[in-house]
Structure formats: C-alpha cells, structure tokens
C-alpha cells in the first residue's frame, strides 16, 4: 500500500521526538503523515495518521534538517517490524538514488530514530545515545540493540478497510496518551502544591514564633524600668545586676547588661527594643493572617485536584483550570545538565547593584559575608551603611573613589538597599547609619556580622517604592 510513494519531506515532533514522514501522494486525503511515535507502550506505534501541528511544535536543529534534506522527494520502498523487537526499517531510495534506511527504536522513554546509508553507516540520529552505544554518531556502522519483547508479525499491514481501522487506532493511541499525559499533569500539580503547602506552614509557624516573641514587649519595658529605678544609673562596667522587681512583690531579680553602657544606656536599649517589638506587632498580625489565608487558598486546591484525580474519566478542562489557578507553583521542568565535570564557580559573599548614577553598591549575603565584605573586600575610602537602633541586617558598601563622597541620589539608594535587607523590610521608613569603611573595627571574638563602628551619621529615610524598585532591578545577573 505504501510502496513505490514519494516523500515530500519529514519531521521531528520536540519533546517526544516522535518521526513524521509526509506522504506527497496519500492512500488517503486525511492520512497523509506515516507516524512513528516512541516511547512507551501507551503510544508506540507506527500508524498512518492526519497529524495537524503548528509550526512551534516541530523540532529544529541540525539532525531534523539533515533528515529533511534527505529524506525530501524520497521514495517509500518497504517498510517492516523486525520480529520479536519494537523496531521499524524503512527502506528509501533518496531523489538522488543513493540507498537509504531509516531504523526507528520505538521504546524506552523517548526511542531513537537513525538514518543509514547503503553501507549501514550513520547519516542522521534523533539524539546521541548513553551508555555502552554511545559510540553510535554519524559516520559510525549502525549496531542494533539487544532484542526486547513484543510483537510477532514481520510485515506493517493493513487491514481491508484500512481507513476505518485507523481511525480506531487513532482514537485509541489519542485516549491512551490524553490519559497518560493528565496522569503526568496531576502529579505535577500534587508536587508543586505539597511544596508550596510545607512553604507556607513553616511561614506560619515562624511567623508565630515572631509574634510570640513581640508580645513579650512588656517583660523588656518592665527591665528597663527597673535599671533606671537603681541609686546610681551612670554607673558602668557591669555584666550584670541585682534588683527589686517592684511588679512581684518586690522579689529579687537578676537582669543582664552590656559592661560598655551605663545603667541609664542599658535601660534605654531596653526601651527601644520594647517600642520596636510593640511597632512590629502589628505588621506581623498582618503577615500572619496572609500566610493562614494562603494556608486556605493550597488546601482548597488540593481538593479540587483530589476530586480530578477521583473523576472516572479525564477532564482536561477542569486540568487546565487547575493549572491556570496553580499558575507559578508550577515550576518549568527546563532541560537537563549534561553529564560532565563541574567547573568551580566562587560564590561572592555579596550581591551588586549600581545606583542611579552608576555607582557600585555591594550588599552582604550572610553574617559571615558581611565579615568579608566590610573588613577585607571594602577599601578605605569606601561608604558603609546599616540599619540604625541594633537591628540585624545586612552591611551595605558603596566602592567610592579617593576623597569623593558619594552623591545624595547614591546615598539614598544605598540607604534603600539597607532598610530592604534588614528586619525593617516592609515597614516604610528607617534609620540608616553610614561612615567610611576606615572609621569600622572587628573586636576579637566578636560574633560573625558585628562590627564597631567608631564615628557615623544618620540618615532617615522614608522608602520609596520606585526607588527601591530601579535599584533592585540593577541586580548583576550573576547574582540573580
């Protein structure tokens, strides 16, 4: 049936890399591509079919335009299932005469399909393969694998009505891997939503923790009054102290204190923290209520992915849904790292932006980036900043040249940066201390990240959401 017709030229199918020969003259209006689908046994087959895709859907590259170019004004001269294994031979006279054999492996995960001259040497492959063939490229002589299972019949024929068997098969084949591909799809979808479910429950159980940690605003208050309580609170050097705690019935109470502030100092900390801790409060109720809301928002759809997965039949409507409503939970699959040796990639302890007029700031990653960036990457001359008021966060430098001071729209890019590294991220506005890089020093012992700071200004600065924005968006792409 297939004998003596001509190609008009051929195609790979990307992803599954499934071997499409157009037919120029047809058995059939509607069947004119010979499919040769690999793969598993859900859609292995070699079928005439009505293949309709666009043109996104071919795969480009070298190998498909070498079997195009072939493969183009091709005569079809047989075409045969070797017994006892899924592979196909057909047998081509190219439109220059030479001999031609094309040998398509229609198992494993994605099979292999390779063009062979007269000589059985290899002209064109799907992909290079692994293993103990890797050695089949182009040039080399063509080794069959070993013999798998399947199938009894030596030639690929058709019944009498050939029209009507063929579109059952089709219908078949299409059903097998619409199930095959929901199948796929869900589990992604159940993947990507227990991940997202664990994200968001450690949220909540931190956040939680914060809040539980600001309600004790009142215990911090509570100390620091009772310091300023003490007969001599310009009194220093002590680690520690001994009062009467007045809210428990005058009970003794030891309270620790920094040995280089004074009692009125130690207290006044105190103070600061107790309003911060009472100022973050709220913003983190907020937070919370976020995160227990998106809490409901995963378990709603994994409920209606649970009743996808329960339906008696594939619904690929109510899949795609789901997918639109997952949206970036979903994460791309990419393709695969060849195998190789890794090349070392030193990992800079800091990101770098660039300020509006092209200045480099550099902010540390971790405490002990923020060691290494500010006491041995940062010059002299550079401009360091921080949050103000003891909050953690990241060290901001600014590289500056000799005795130039950075512009204010530098500054307050800088200022930008530290606020949004910092636990003041979020809350609107902040005070950023900024000095040179000469005026820091490193106690010996001091923790990784905690630095001296001898002389400073201060800066408050009130964010700006499209300065924050710009400066962001100047993250070097190799600290993305």
Not at 3 to 12: E, F, P, S, T
Not at 101 to 113: D, I, S
Not at 182 to 211: I, P, Y
Request: aromatic share 4%.
């Amino acid at each position: 049936m297939l004998a003596g017709r001509r190609l008009r030229g051929a195609g790979v199918v990307a992803g599954s890399l499934d071997l499409c020969l157009f037919l120029e003259d047809p058995p059939h209006p509607r069947l004119r591509t010979l499919r040769i689908a690999t793969g598993g046994p859900a859609r292995a087959r070699c079928l005439l079919e009505a293949t309709r895709l666009g043109k996104a859907a071919w795969l480009d590259g070298e190998s498909p335009r070498r079997l195009a170019e072939a493969l183009g004004g091709a005569e079809l001269r047989g075409l045969r299932r070797l017994p006892g294994e899924r592979r196909v031979e057909v047998a081509l006279v190219a439109a220059d005469g030479r001999e031609l054999t094309l040998v398509a492996e229609c198992f494993g995960p994605q099979g292999l399909w390779f063009l062979l001259d007269a000589d059985g040497l290899i002209l064109a492959e799907s992909r290079r393969p692994g293993g103990k063939r890797a050695g089949l490229v182009p040039g080399a002589p063509y080794e069959a694998p070993r013999a798998g299972a399947a199938g009894d019949e030596d030639e690929v024929a058709l019944p009498a009505d050939p029209l009507a068997w063929l579109e059952r098969e089709a219908g078949r084949f299409a059903a097998l891997e619409l199930e095959e591909d929901v199948s796929r799809r869900t589990a992604a979808l159940a993947r990507a939503l227990d991940r997202e479910q664990r994200a968001v429950a450690g949220r909540v159980a931190g956040l939680a923790q914060r809040r539980l940690a600001e309600e004790g605003h009142a215990e911090v208050q509570r100390e620091g009054e009772l310091l300023l309580a003490g007969p001599d609170p310009h009194r220093k050097g002590l680690d520690r102290v001994e009062v009467a705690d007045w809210y428990d019935e005058g009970r003794s109470r030891v309270i620790e204190l920094d040995p280089r502030l004074d009692l009125r100092q130690n207290a006044q900390r105190r103070f600061d923290r107790a309003r911060r801790l009472r100022d973050g409060a709220a913003h983190t109720e907020g937070l919370l209520a976020e995160a227990r809301a998106r809490v409901a928002e995963v378990e709603a759809l994994r409920s209606r992915l649970a009743a996808l997965e329960a339906g008696a039949a594939p619904d690929l409507d109510a899949l795609v849904a789901l997918e639109e409503a997952c949206g970036p939970l979903l994460r791309p699959s990419g393709r695969k790292r060849q195998a190789g040796p890794r090349r070392p990639v030193e990992r800079r302890p800091y990101k770098a932006f660039r300020s509006k007029e092209g200045w480099p700031i550099l902010v540390g990653r971790t405490n002990a980036d923020n060691d290494r960036l500010s006491m041995s990457i940062a010059r002299g001359n550079d401009w360091w900043l921080h949050v103000g008021q003891g909050v953690a966060g990241s060290h901001v430098v600014i590289r500056a040249p000799r005795d130039k001071p950075p512009p204010l729209e530098t500054l307050l890019d800088a200022a930008h940066l530290a606020l949004h590294f910092s636990k003041l991220r979020g809350r609107g506005e902040g005070e950023v201390l900024y000095t040179q890089r000469k005026h820091l020093r490193k106690r010996k012992g001091a923790p990784r990240g905690a630095v001296e700071v001898v002389q400073a200004k201060t800066i408050k600065v009130r964010v700006e959401p499209d300065r924050l924005a710009r400066v962001l968006a100047t993250l070097a792409e190799d600290d993305a």
